[in-house]
């Protein structure tokens, strides 16, 4: 997986922009920006070289990376270790080595903290050490050629300072400093030969001053390419110490602390803010949390940005990581209490589009700040620019911060927020029917014993035997209501079972006794435990001779569900559909459960409930099955349902059509006209005051439903990063455009989710549009102009549609059967796939004499030594046992007449398309190419 520069440099805790050059470096290029994404391998590569980096010196530098320099003054300590490379000690080291040379030593590197003290002390960058070597820096040809001698000395303190360079340590690194700064050897070519003069390294380190002295240059210079080649010009070499050189002299001179003065500084800088905030909270509680675990306050000035404060607040990061929430203080403390914004925090959330502004006022970091962070991207933002997501959290990971998207509230989180906030007054609440839902494998039986409870048969009428609707009823079992739903069994309705199992209260897994627990009786299993809701097992098909309970028990206590009768808290009630064994005593168990958990809801309310299914009926227009879940449903409410809405113009019963419904409490499944389109099956519904609230509500819906259908389909418009996909795509992968036209929007998701497995590299289907109801004249436009096929499934074309598919020639293609559709689908596109090539040998000729022909080339006359050569295959011309060309046959002769083919044994004369450098003695070996068929299983 992608991942983002920032994001990994937040997870390694080094600063964005030093991680991309580390990856430049790494050898991963083409990442100029924090916001360039790394694939996996890329990751592994830098990560594998940060770490070699860091091992390189443990391994004396001998054999660490050669990697571009970076200014030093932006790595921490660790990181100066990389530097010490091969490359390191070439021509532009050389370029210091005279002041590199008394710090070469072992001895010296005990004199580090001196040395780096020597940093500040030192007001002039050269001294007279770095002057005593002016011959050997100014080692460009010229001199070279002038003073031969010198340049001699050059090379031998050159060498001797390369090989310290080797070696890792603190005065190493200062060296290496300095090296970027001097250009002045660069172009000499010349290098130092590593290991001499081990005398006059030590001779160097007898002159404690001089090793004080020379860093004090080092440290500071940073433009090495500015850097005029003559030592003698120091000054310019300040220039480049700019950062140091706005320290305060106190800074300079408080460095016996140790080997870094800066760090000291920020430091001791910070303890003087942080008392100045403990004043001015004084006796404010929050006090102690700014206080960090070494007792100080960590804070930073305004005067210490850049270079310096970025290094110390990575430095910090370890901690940071150990203890989280510290990152936020030290961000925060850094506004020393000047600023007004709200206090920073470790995590915040905006909402999208997110401008500069947003985001400021989020974090509670001025907005300059923001907009510093980008235009260091190279982005020129004004406070209101908005800025993508990927960009927002880029800003926030650079200012230390977790970032959570908000959407914006719609009117629908608002209603809904207000009705879920909507509390039911004690004296309203009353008990309700409970609702059933019956989940299993298929076939186990769910229609059968439901149709047998109630006194109907569905199951038989069901196309394939296969329960294609959801189904809801109430029925009265001894005066007491109770709501069953029936889920469809096969596993292309899982998500539609998930709903049936959502709006349930009581589960009853089905389970055949003969065939015992099946995938998809766990996955019920599965459901019905996320639903949290008591279950009770049907063993069904008991009058089965093959009905083994026990072995079906043992399935579900396998599963969690431990039978009662073993000693466990799960009814297992053995039935059978066909005979109507234990139908009274699975109701009873039913009915038990439910009295125990005492099932309430407010009538007294505006309703909510849950869309179980929508069809589009001819007569009646939009037909939804929904089951109220709270409150009471009236003919006249107005009703919104995810991307639907309107008002209810009737209500009938979901077991007699004819009986019309003008009020449905809870948990009363009801058949419901009215809604303006059909409603997703399994969204919740919610009974308004305000018509046009409604509307709103179902809009913004549907708009948000459109989109991500277009981004789940893949259709935007073509942009220069996508146009190569779509030209890489024109050859390699074949589409199959459908439109699918289903009954009830649980079929279209059903048959999506089959075709969803119908996946294969070369081939791809597409689902250009899926909506509920007959094929209309417009989508045989749309097939027409986007070359498709019309699935139709329990649907058909109306009369207009139906002449218009068959002038333009548009193929409606009717199912009743979602498999029947997956099956068909699948040939077709098994047949776009791209046939297998391969190579059929076929026989071999030798070639016994050239005829020269004029105008017609060279013919060969062979006999067939085996197999046969026939007339539309290949010739690899063979000689001396090397293949010295493949060309097809132009003609080929039996005698005088053309020759489909000449088999083994034969002579023949061909002629080669486009050779004719063809010599007695030569072979030639005939191949075909053939095509075959290929499946989705090959
Ligand atoms: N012998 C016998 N057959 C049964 C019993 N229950 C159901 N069947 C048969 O099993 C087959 C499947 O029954 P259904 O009720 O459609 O099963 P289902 O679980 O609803 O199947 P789906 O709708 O596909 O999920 C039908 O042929 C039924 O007649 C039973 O108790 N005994």
């Known amino acids: 997986m992608a991942v983002r520069i920032y994001s990994l440099a937040k997870e390694l805790n080094v600063d964005s922009k030093e991680l991309v050059d580390i990856c430049t470096r790494a050898g991963v290029p083409g990442k100029g ?20 980096a860091k091992e390189a010196p443990a391994a004396k530098g001998k054999s660490a990376p050669p990697p571009p320099m970076r200014p030093p003054e932006k790595r921490g300590d660790d990181r100066m270790k990389v530097i010490v490379t091969p490359k390191a000690t070439g021509p532009r080291l050389s370029s210091r080595r005279g002041e590199a040379a008394p710090l070469d030593d072992e001895p010296a590197v005990n004199e580090v903290p001196e040395a780096a003290e020597a940093i500040a002390e030192q007001e002039s960058p050269v ?35 390369r090989e310290k360079l080797a070696k890792p340590g603190p005065l190493a690194r200062m060296v290496r400093k300095e090296d970027y700064i001097g250009p002045a050897n660069a172009g000499t070519g010349k290098m130092p030969v590593v290991g001499a003069g081990s005398d006059q390294r030590k001779g160097g380190a007898k002159k404690p001053a001089e090793a004080k002295a020379r860093p004090a240059v080092r440290l500071a210079a940073v433009p090495a390419k500015t850097q005029p080649k ?37 430091r001791r800088a910070e303890r003087t803010l942080e008392a100045e905030q403990i004043r001015e909270r004084a006796g404010g509680g929050k006090s102690k949390e700014m206080v960090d675990d070494d007792g100080r306050r960590k804070s930073g000035r305004p005067m210490l940005g850049g270079r ?95 970032v959570d998207f908000l959407q914006p509230e719609t009117l629908e989180d608002k209603v809904l927020r207000r009705l879920d906030e909507m509390e039911d007054p004690e004296g309203d609440l009353v008990d309700r029917p409970p609702v059933i839902t019956f989940l299993g494998h298929v076939d186990h039986g769910k229609t059968s014993l439901l149709d047998k409870m109630i006194g109907i048969d569905v199951a038989s009428g069901e196309s394939g035997g296969i329960t294609q609707h959801i189904r809801a009823y109430q029925i009265d079992k001894d005066g007491k209501p109770i709501s069953f739903v029936d889920t469809p069994g096969h596993e292309a309705f899982t998500a539609m079972r998930a709903r049936g199992a959502n709006v349930t209260d009581i589960a ?95 009538p007294n309310r505006a309703a909510i409930g849950v869309c179980l299914e929508a069809t589009q009926d001819a007569d009646q227009g939009v037909l939804s099955k929904v089951i109220v879940e709270t409150g009471t449903l009236r003919v006249g409410d107005i009703v919104v349902c995810g991307d639907a809405y309107g008002r209810v113009r009737s209500m009938t019963d979901t077991l007699d059509k004819s009986r019309r419904l003008e009020e449905a409490g809870p948990t009363v499944p009801v058949n419901l006209a009215g809604f303006d389109i059909a409603p997703p099956a399994g969204e919740r519904f919610y009974v308004l005051d305000d018509i046009s609230q409604a509307r709103e509500i179902a809009e913004t819906r549907a708009h948000q439903t459109r989109s991500e259908f277009l981004g789940a389909t893949g259709y935007q418009h073509v942009t220069l990063e996508t146009l190569f996909d779509r030209l890489d795509g024109v050859e390699e992968v074949q589409t199959l455009n459908l439109i699918l036209r289903a009954d009830v929007r649980g079929s279209i998701e059903a048959i999506q989710k089959e075709l969803a497995k119908l996946e294969h590299p070369e081939v791809r289907l597409r689902i250009l549009q899926a909506s509920v109801g007959g094929v209309t004249a417009a989508d045989i436009h749309l097939a027409d102009a986007s070359d498709a096929i019309i699935i ?22 009717r199912y009743d059967i979602i498999y029947k559709i997956t099956d068909e689908l699948r040939a077709a596109m098994e047949g776009m796939l791209r046939p297998e090539k391969m190579e059929v040998s076929l026989g071999r000729a030798l070639i016994q004499q050239v005829f020269k022909i004029s105008r017609i080339g060279a013919v060969a006359g062979c006999r067939v030594i085996q197999g046969v050569v026939e007339r539309n295959a290949r010739a690899r011309v063979i000689r001396d046992s090397t293949i010295i060309g493949d060309y097809p046959i132009d003609t080929l002769k039996r005698e005088k007449d053309d020759a489909k083919e000449v088999r083994e044994g034969y002579e023949c004369g061909i002629k080669l398309a486009g050779f004719n450098d063809i010599k007695e003695a030569d072979l030639l070996e005939f191949y075909k190419v053939e095509e075959i068929a290929r499946s989705f299983d090959d």
């Not at 003698?232 to 950062?243: G, I, L, W, Y």
Request: one cysteine or more.
């Open 33 to 52: 920006s924090a916001l360039a994404s790394l694939t996996d391998d890329e990751v592994s590569k830098v990560k594998q070289f940060m770490s070699g």
């Open 308 to 402: 310096e404060a970025r290094q110390l607040n990575r430095d910090r990061g370890g901690s940071r990581r150990q203890r989280p929430g510290l990152g936020r203080r030290v961000r925060r403390s850094r506004r020393s209490g000047v600023n007004t914004a709200a206090p920073r925090k470790g995590r915040i959330e905006v909402q999208l589009p997110c401008t500069v502004r947003d985001l400021s006022e989020s974090a509670g970091v001025p907005a300059r700040d923001i907009q510093r962070i980008l235009m260091e991207e190279g982005v020129m933002a004004t406070i209101n620019t908005p800025m993508d997501p990927d960009l927002t959290e880029f800003v926030a990971a650079e200012l230390g911060l977790d």
């Open 508 to 602: 009853v897994i089905v389970v055949a006794a003969d065939d015992g627990v099946m995938p998809q009786t766990e996955e019920a299993i599965s459901h019905a435990r996320a639903a949290e809701v008591p279950i009770i097992v049907a063993l069904n098909k008991m009058d089965l001779p093959g009905a083994d309970p026990m072995k079906a028990m043992t399935g579900l206590s396998q599963n969690g569900l431990q039978p009662s009768e073993w000693g466990g808290d799960v009814e297992v009630v053995k039935t059978s559909a066909a005979t109507g064994e234990g139908m009274d005593e699975l109701l009873d168990t039913i009915l038990t459960v439910a009295e125990l958990h005492e099932y309430k809801a407010n």
């Open 127 to 161: 001294d007279a050490p770095q002057v005593e070597q002016p011959a050997a820096e100014v080692q460009d040809d010229a001199v070279v050629e002038q003073q031969e001698a010198a340049s001699q000395e050059a090379e031998a303190a050159a060498a001797e300072h």
């Open 230 to 266: 003559k030592v003698e010009k120091p000054k310019e070499e300040t220039k480049a110490q700019k950062p140091v050189m706005t320290l305060p002299t106190e800074v300079l001179g408080a460095n016996k602390l140790g080997s870094k003065p800066l760090a000291q500084h920020l």
């Open 792 to 813: 139709a499934f329990n649907v058909v074309p109306e009369e207009s549609a139906r002449s218009l598919a068959e002038q333009s020639g548009v193929q409606v293609r």
